[in-house]
């Protein structure tokens, strides 16, 4: 069974700078997809980041050109750095396993199986 704990969640200011880190447990870690998923109080949990096994990527809309994901194999992680932080990043955000493996990952949430705990993201002036 594998195990995801993200962390570096925190309070940063407008404008700042985040990194997120989703470390797992398991052997089969690196040939899964990985995907971040955020929610936020009274709103519907929304697709971030994913990445393929082979290091394939793809981002939300809302995203696009301040996150940046990547994975190190060799450490089993998945890394969301994220830049020029908006207040409507503010949510929980976690890190999941798609359940199927494909050559390009998808933000669908119904696809994922294993999930982490999450972690707070504030962002706030």
């Known amino acids: 069974q594998l195990q995801l704990v993200e962390s570096g969640g925190g309070l940063v200011q407008p404008g700042g700078s985040l990194r997120l880190s989703c470390a797992a447990s398991?052997?089969?870690?690196?040939?899964?997809?990985i995907g971040w998923f955020r929610q936020a109080p009274g709103k519907e949990r929304e697709g971030v980041s994913c990445i393929s096994s082979s290091g394939r990527t793809y981002y939300g809309d809302s995203v696009k050109g301040r996150f940046t994901i990547s994975r190190d194999n060799a450490k089993n992680t998945v890394t969301l750095q994220m830049n020029s932080l908006k207040p409507e990043d503010t949510a929980v955000y976690y890190c999941?396993?798609?359940?199927?493996?494909?050559?390009?990952?998808?933000?669908?949430?119904?696809?994922?199986?294993?999930w982490g705990q999450g972690t707070q993201v504030t962002v706030s002036s």
């Open positions: 398991g052997s089969t870690f690196n040939y899964l997809n």
């Open positions: 999941a396993t798609e359940a199927l493996v494909r050559n390009v990952c998808v933000l669908l949430d119904s696809r994922y199986n294993y």
